[in-house]
């Protein structure tokens, strides 16, 4: 058994002196720094702000992030179209989303809901808006461990009063303060929806290993160690330092923070897979429900 005088003599001497916590002190007080910032690429209605062979690769697990601003309008947004090997994730900021899935769901999600799809190994889904105000929406898509990427798809609507707040800050995946998501997300990511007034200040400081942050300006602007004006992504730097804004008027915006995924992207055309072996069975899946959907007269 090691003596205490050895243990300690193996304990790293700033330890010991506190200047180690000291400067983890100051690295989490310190305000992360932006070190991207970008408007995307807007196509119509839509504006892409992460695609997985770009940004997605800086801040994974989030791979693919697109801003909406549809006018009411007959017929769907895209069309039919299917997922595997990540999770999509549709906030509805103003406006509703009418939905159906091949999980056999269907229906709609107001303003204030959530549509979370696991793909897992492979499913297909469609949305539009609904009739009346604009539909204004953020959709993200996470990438799943291999537990979990070809696994049974799932999907879960949330309505507007099932997510949780804590002060300005709606809960979407993982949790904050005393709020927390009813969704069943992976562990280790967090994703927020966050409402300030003018002028009114918001500090995060991440659980350890959140080394990953980002946010995404919908509505007003902030003001972080840089500028982020309305329709904008930041990305902050790698680190577990915190994250400071102040709203330059009254201002909505997503927010989110993770552990960072580990594993590399191997892309297919609408598929996020940690391997080629796990693209080739969640594609053959995607085919599969393709055939029967043709069967039907669906696609």
């Known amino acids: 058994m ?131 105000d604009l ?14 990427e070809n696994g049974p798809a799932e999907s879960q609507y949330i309505a507007p009063a099932q997510v949780q707040d804590d002060g300005p800050v709606r809960v979407v995946l993982g949790r904050y303060g005393r709020a927390s998501s009813p969704i069943h997300a992976p562990a280790g990511i967090h994703y927020f929806h966050v409402r300030l007034a003018h002028e009114e200040r918001w500090r995060y400081e991440p659980p350890a290993g959140h080394t990953v942050a980002w946010l995404a300006v919908d509505q007003g602007g902030l003001l972080s160690t840089e500028e ?3 329709g904008a992504l930041a990305v902050f730097e790698k680190s577990n330092g915190t994250v400071e804004v102040q709203a330059k008027g009254d201002t909505s915006f997503v927010f989110g923070s993770a552990i960072p995924h580990p594993h590399r992207l191997v892309l297919g055309n609408y598929s996020v897979h940690t391997s080629s072996g796990a693209l080739a069975r969640g594609e053959g899946e995607i085919r599969r429900i393709g055939a029967q959907l043709r069967a039907e007269g669906r696609l």
Do not use: C, M
């Open 135 to 148: 539909l204004r929406a953020f959709q993200l898509w996470v990438a799943l461990p291999p537990s979990e």
């Open 228 to 230: 982020i004006p309305e």
């Open 2 to 132: 090691r003596t205490a005088t050895a243990a300690a003599a193996q304990i790293d001497p700033r330890r010991r002196f506190g200047v180690i916590d000291s400067l983890e002190r100051v690295a989490k007080s310190t305000p992360r720094r932006i070190v991207l910032r970008t408007r995307g690429h807007r196509r119509g209605p839509i504006t892409r702000l992460v695609s997985p062979s770009n940004i997605g690769e800086l801040i994974k697990p989030f791979v693919f992030l697109d801003r909406a601003e549809v006018a009411p309008r007959p017929g769907p947004l895209f069309g039919i179209h299917p997922h595997s090997g990540i999770a999509t994730l549709t906030v509805v900021l103003g406006g509703g989303l009418r939905y159906e899935d091949t999980t056999g769901k269907a229906g709609e999600v107001p303003s204030g809901g959530l549509e979370w799809i696991r793909a897992g190994n492979g499913v297909w889904h469609d949305g539009a808006p609904t009739p009346g």
